[in-house]
């Protein structure tokens, strides 16, 4: 992914990165609040792995490992209906080594370096757990690696259902400056500060698999305030991927 390190017009409100131009092409006010709009294909950058089509206007992903970010003005918050359909046929261990299964969604991902993760463990362990990817002089990949982890305590938590083939569930992220709030189908299973070096970063939300097969729609909240008259290019390959 590349880096979305902001200029200071950029940095207004909690969002970055939808929503849109007039037929003029000038800057468009986003509506206010945390109503949610749907986020299609078009809208998502690949940086690593394949996000296919599926019935209606839901997308499937079959492969080890994917990793994307929605390549739109939005605010950071996101949701992701999905359906679990099970382990993918071919499986790839973390860049630790780890064997697991997961699948989550991503905020203010600067860059692969920068940024916040809310990720449902599946296997091992069954559990919904939050970190902050912090690498301040590195951008890319192979500056980074597997680097700069740290796992967020929340100030109150509740456990996740483990996930069976073929359940449904909607993951739900909402992050306001240092503060950060988990919903699994509609029900509060996070809330804790990320801390002000995360809430300083600047970059889209996404979303990230390892291993698991799965359809989903992916909604994001609407950018609040102004925000400029571009969108930066979709990069993809190793040095992007988170």
Same mark, same amino acid.
């Given at each position: #992914?590349?880096s979305?390190?902001?200029?200071?017009?950029?940095?207004?409100?909690?969002?970055?990165?939808?929503?849109?131009?007039?037929?003029?092409?000038?800057? %468009?006010?986003?509506?206010?609040?945390?109503?949610?709009?749907?986020?299609n294909?078009?809208n998502?950058?690949? %940086?690593?792995g394949?996000i296919e089509?599926?019935?209606?206007?839901? #997308?499937?992903?079959?492969?080890?490992? #994917?990793?994307?970010?929605?390549n739109?003005?939005t605010?950071q918050?996101?949701?992701v209906?999905?359906?679990?359909?099970?382990?993918?046929?071919?499986? !790839?261990?973390?860049?630790?080594?780890?064997?697991?299964r997961q699948?989550?969604l991503? *905020?203010?991902?600067?860059?692969?370096?920068?940024?916040?993760?809310? #990720?449902?463990?599946?296997?091992?362990?069954?559990?919904?757990v939050?970190?902050? !990817?912090?690498?301040?002089?590195?951008? %890319?990949?192979a500056?980074?690696?597997?680097?700069?982890?740290?796992?967020?305590k929340?100030?109150k938590a509740s456990?996740?259902?483990?996930?069976?083939t073929?359940?449904?569930?909607?993951l739900?992220a909402e992050?306001?400056?240092?503060g950060?709030?988990?919903?699994v189908d509609?029900?509060?299973?996070?809330?804790?500060d990320?801390?002000?070096?995360?809430?300083a970063l600047?970059?889209?939300?996404?979303?990230?698999?390892?291993?698991?097969r799965?359809?989903?729609?992916?909604?994001?909240g609407?950018?609040e305030g102004?925000?400029?008259n571009? *969108?930066?290019a979709?990069q %993809?390959?190793?040095?992007a991927?988170?």
């Open positions: #992914m590349k979305f390190r902001a200029s200071n017009h950029e940095k207004s409100g909690d969002g970055f990165w939808i929503a849109g131009f007039n037929s003029a092409g000038r800057r %468009t006010r986003a509506g206010s609040g945390c109503r949610l709009a749907p986020i294909r078009g998502l950058c690949v %940086t690593e394949a089509k599926a019935a209606g206007e839901r #997308m499937s992903v079959n492969v080890p490992k #994917m990793r994307a970010y929605v739109a003005w605010s918050s996101v949701e209906r999905f359906t679990y359909l099970g382990p993918t046929s071919n499986e !790839k261990a973390l860049g630790s080594g780890e064997m697991r699948f989550g991503k *905020l203010r991902a600067q860059d692969p370096c920068n940024l916040v993760y809310a #990720m449902w463990r599946i296997d091992p362990e069954s559990e919904l939050v970190s902050v !990817k912090r690498n301040p002089d590195a951008h %890319t990949s500056e980074c690696g597997n680097h700069g982890y740290e796992n967020i929340p100030r456990p996740v259902p483990r996930l069976k073929g359940e449904s569930h909607n739900r992050m306001k400056k240092e950060l709030k988990i919903f509609s029900q509060e299973v996070w809330d804790g990320v801390g002000a070096d995360a809430a600047q970059g889209p939300v996404g979303i990230r698999s390892d291993n698991v799965l359809e989903f729609d992916l909604k994001a609407q950018y102004v925000h400029p571009f *969108l930066k979709c %993809t390959g190793a040095a991927s988170d």
